[in-house]
């Protein structure tokens, strides 16, 4: 189960529609996944910690962070990641809830309290975080050469 979590995460994208081509071509994306475990301290108090995940099972909180940076001469600006959810996971939050989300497979994207899945028996229904297939970031922020960023998400395994 962690290849495929660490594949599904290697296909993360960056598109510039915005961004003119060279730009686009100097933006590099980096990935991390983590396993956040509760620790007893000496006096008994919890702390959260974020380990490299050797062994994952269902329930196991992950954390994802995806780093972009700029690795050319000039300024980008105005790109998208899109990152997909890997089936074996459940998505639960970004910190900064300033993502997109799709509920159908990139093809089309919004806020999660606005999306709407079909029923089985027929109609849609409001969508929920299980159903979230893909999560995408609009960063109009202005990149200069040698500048990075990281978004970050988390999930549990299904």
Same mark, same amino acid.
């Given at each position: 189960?962690?290849?495929?979590?660490?594949?599904?995460?290697?296909?993360?994208?960056?598109?510039?529609?915005?961004?003119?081509?060279?730009?686009?071509?100097?933006?590099?994306?980096?990935?991390?996944?983590?396993?956040?475990?509760?620790?007893?301290?000496?006096?008994?108090?919890?702390?959260?910690?974020?380990?490299?995940?050797?062994?994952?099972?269902?329930?196991?909180?992950?954390?994802?962070?995806?780093?972009?940076?700029?690795?050319? &001469?000039?300024?980008?600006?105005?790109?998208?990641?899109?990152?997909?959810?890997?089936?074996?996971?459940?998505?639960?939050?970004?910190?900064?809830?300033?993502?997109?989300?799709?509920?159908? =497979?990139?093809?089309?994207? =919004?806020?999660?309290?606005?999306?709407?899945?079909?029923?089985?028996?027929?109609?849609?229904?409001? &969508?929920?975080?299980?159903?979230?297939?893909?999560?995408?970031?609009?960063?109009?922020?202005?990149?200069?050469?040698?500048?990075?960023?990281?978004?970050?998400?988390? =999930?549990?395994?299904?």
């Amino acid at each position: 189960m962690m290849r495929a979590l660490l594949t599904a995460l290697a296909v993360t994208t960056l598109s510039g529609a915005s961004v003119p081509v060279q730009a686009a071509n100097t933006l590099q994306l980096d990935s991390d996944i983590f396993v956040e475990r509760e620790k007893t301290n000496a006096d008994g108090s919890q702390t959260k910690v974020l380990e490299e995940p050797k062994k994952v099972v269902p329930g196991d909180r992950l954390v994802f962070v995806v780093r972009f940076k700029n690795i050319g &001469a000039s300024a980008a600006s105005n790109f998208v990641v899109t990152n997909p959810i890997p089936a074996a996971v459940q998505f639960e939050a970004t910190p900064d809830g300033q993502d997109s989300v799709s509920v159908d =497979g990139g093809k089309s994207w =919004g806020r999660l309290p606005q999306l709407r899945v079909p029923e089985a028996g027929g109609g849609l229904r409001p &969508a929920v975080a299980a159903d979230v297939t893909h999560l995408q970031w609009n960063l109009d922020q202005r990149l200069t050469a040698g500048a990075e960023g990281k978004v970050i998400f988390r =999930g549990v395994v299904r």
